[in-house]
């Protein structure tokens, strides 16, 4: 398991050239946006900031390591990872998100910390959404939430087995769609559409390509 | 079904299948107790339900833990139809997306492509104008009647009550045939576009709709009269795969299922996306959490959708069908999550865009995925064949859970 997660390291510089190439209509475009997360360029609406008694409250408790913004009507709190299983606590006992409806990971292999992992949280009583984001390294590891929320379970190993994050504490840790014994995560962007386990393809299905 | 179920070791002939089987045991969580008298209590086996099993709606494996005939636990192992959805997302611009996502919850392809052109329009800040959202919402309706019947039909069959599946598969043909006549297919629709339909309805989509309105509306009171008061069916499901609300939310599970542990949860309420903010209906809702309540539910909102359909389709308004979209679609960079209430619960799309023609990010929130997580608190300590009551009661398509 810990080799599978080193061995896509040492590769980015290849791999990062290779969607790239699959897709030149894409990177062709005359305005291409540097960073996702940095503020939209003169085209479409830009992130402002969130400021709710919510936010008040856990900036007090927190400080800076809690940025609240809002999109398109849409709440988030960029949060420092060492805050992570005890504000995501808070927002479940205080603040009554008591439903976890999805965590996921987006990839951008040109950052430092590689991954941006994402809460989904949403609040019956409040009728309320809001999204908890947080940005980890390759290789390192996050707390897992599944005595939080137990729905986070599943959710938490599809993230491992699509993107390589490891989740302390979680139960039962291991790939969920993809078979055991499979190389490589996926949704990871050093991963190509067309890359696949061609030993596990030969092995398992006898053939030599699945394409 | 015991007989392709309960699959003694001894019993396999194929040597890569027992290869398969054990290599799979190993990583399981399950393991069983060495027996302390291994004359008298070595019932407890670890048995293999599917992939190939007819009643497990595709291709669900399910290891269970029996102690005889009672289940001690169970994991799900599933993955057989993972396409990587998500992937191919990244790699298609958000038009050619559109129609992969009909592909993962097959029989309600409608909500699906629903889900997912909000979901763009809402990043690229842009709305479907209203006769276009009053389409949506007939079809979608449409496709939610149709993905109860079908589930009605399977799920009846599962439990030994063969004559419903006719009954709702002749029924649901008259949607399907609405379909086919309003885009041109009758499964993996593609009905609606980013910002709007392609499509305006047919001469006399009006009239059918209707028409299929008072046809339905006593089919639906024959599949209650075979059932609902059937002493067998009442056996099978009564206190069968029961949940609370608490754990309900607590796991996750949305739709049907949470609404029949007594929460009363709508997201067409909640946070009205569509028209569904103009329409007048109910959230129907059950007490105990069982089977039977999870059918009592399902067949009420099939009513309620009735009750939606009626009033849009007589208050469908003139006007365009398609919004102020460009012909290229590239959202600004940002990110946004939508979801709707599809028939199997919420289905939600995270979409990160970059300021280029393709998702950077597409990820998917499929309410099959998650509800599936409760089925090994619904089945723990319940008989093997009430655990394909459960499967059919929390009404999964496999090609949702694996994407």
């Keep these: 398991m810990a080799e599978e997660v ?102 951008y292999p040109k950052r430092e910390k590689q991954f941006d992992v994402v809460w989904i949280l949403y609040s019956f009583p409040r009728n309320e959404r809001m999204r908890v984001k947080t940005q ?13 929320w ?38 990871r962007k050093d991963y190509g559409i067309l890359q696949q386990d061609k030993e596990w393809v030969q092995i398992n299905l006898g053939i030599e390509s699945g394409q | ?177 609405i379909f086919e006549k309003y885009c041109g297919a009758r499964l993996t629709t593609h009905a609606f576009r980013i910002g709007g339909c392609q499509y305006e309805t047919y001469a006399g989509f009006e009239k059918e709709v209707k028409n299929f309105l008072t046809f339905v509306a006593p089919k639906i009171d024959e599949y209650e009269e075979l059932l609902t008061t059937n002493r067998i069916w009442l056996e099978r499901t009564k206190n069968v795969g029961v949940i609370s609300g608490d754990d309900c939310v607590a796991l996750g599970v949305t739709g049907p299922v949470l609404r029949a542990s007594g929460v009363k949860w709508d997201l067409r309420k909640a946070q009205p996306y569509a028209a569904y903010s103009e329409f007048d209906f109910e959230i129907p809702t059950g007490e105990n959490g069982d089977t039977y309540d999870r059918y009592l539910v399902r067949m009420a909102e099939m009513r309620q959708s009735l009750r939606i359909i009626e009033q849009a389709v007589n208050g469908i308004p003139e006007g365009p069908i398609m919004g102020k979209v460009p012909k290229v679609i590239k959202p600004p ?21 970059d300021g280029s023609t393709q998702p950077y990010r597409l990820r998917v929130r499929p309410p099959s995925f998650v509800n599936l997580q409760a089925l090994d608190v619904m089945v723990r300590g319940l008989l093997v064949a009430d655990v394909i009551a459960v499967i059919g009661t929390l009404d999964i398509v496999l090609g949702e859970v694996d994407r």
């Excluded at chain 1, 390591?65 to 808070?90: C, F, H, K, M, W």
């Excluded at chain 2, 054990?22 to 069983?32: A, I, K, P, Q, R």
């Excluded at chain 2, 129609?99 to 629903?114: C, E």
């Excluded at chain 2, 960079?333 to 865009?353: Q, R």
Aim: with cysteine; aromatic share 8%; net charge negative.
């Design chain 1, 6 to 107: 080193k061995s896509p390291a040492p590769t980015p510089p290849e791999g990062e050239t290779k969607p790239t190439a699959e897709k030149p209509a894409a990177a062709a475009p005359p305005v291409a946006p540097a960073k996702p997360a940095a503020p939209a360029k003169p085209a479409g609406p830009v992130p402002l900031p969130w400021t709710s008694p919510l936010v008040e409250k856990y900036r007090n408790q927190y400080g800076s390591g809690i940025e609240a913004l809002t999109y398109l009507g849409q709440n988030y709190l960029n949060v420092d990872r060492s805050l992570i299983p005890d504000l995501l606590r808070l927002l479940r006992d205080q603040e009554q998100f008591d439903y976890c409806v999805d965590i996921t990971a987006v990839h």
């Design chain 1, 136 to 148: 980890i390294a390759d290789g390192a590891s996050i707390p897992s939430s599944v005595d939080i």
């Design chain 1, 150 to 187: 137990a729905t986070t379970n599943w959710l938490e190993r599809e993230a491992y087995d699509m993107f390589g994050i490891q989740f302390d504490g979680h139960p039962d840790l291991k790939r969920i769609l993809l078979p055991d014994g499979w190389k490589g995560h996926p949704l």
């Design chain 2, 1 to 177: 079904m015991s007989d392709q179920t309960v699959r003694d070791k001894s019993d396999v002939s194929s040597q890569a299948l027992s290869r398969v089987e054990s290599s799979h045991h190993d990583h399981s969580h399950l393991h069983l107790e060495a027996p302390e008298k291994p004359y008298l209590d070595s019932n407890e086996l670890i048995i293999n339900m599917g992939p190939q099993h007819p009643a497990t709606h595709g291709v669900l494996r399910v290891i269970l833990k029996l102690d005889g005939e009672k289940v001690l636990g169970t994991e799900c192992v599933i993955g057989y139809l993972h396409r990587g959805v998500e992937k191919i997302g990244e790699n298609r611009t958000y038009t050619m997306f559109n129609p992969y996502v009909d592909r993962m919850d097959y029989v309600a392809a409608v909500s699906n492509g629903l889900g997912y052109c909000e979901a763009v329009e809402k990043l690229m800040n842009v709305e479907a104008p209203a006769r276009a959202k009053y389409i949506r919402v007939i079809l979608t309706e449409l496709n939610r009647i149709a993905s109860h019947q079908l589930w009605l039909g399977t799920h009846a069959l599962d439990i030994g009550a063969m004559t419903p599946l006719f009954y709702t598969f002749r029924d649901r043909e008259e949607i399907l045939k």
């Design chain 2, 333 to 353: 960079v940002g990110e946004i999550y939508h979801s709707i209430e599809a028939p199997k619960g919420e289905l939600g799309y995270f979409i990160v865009s």
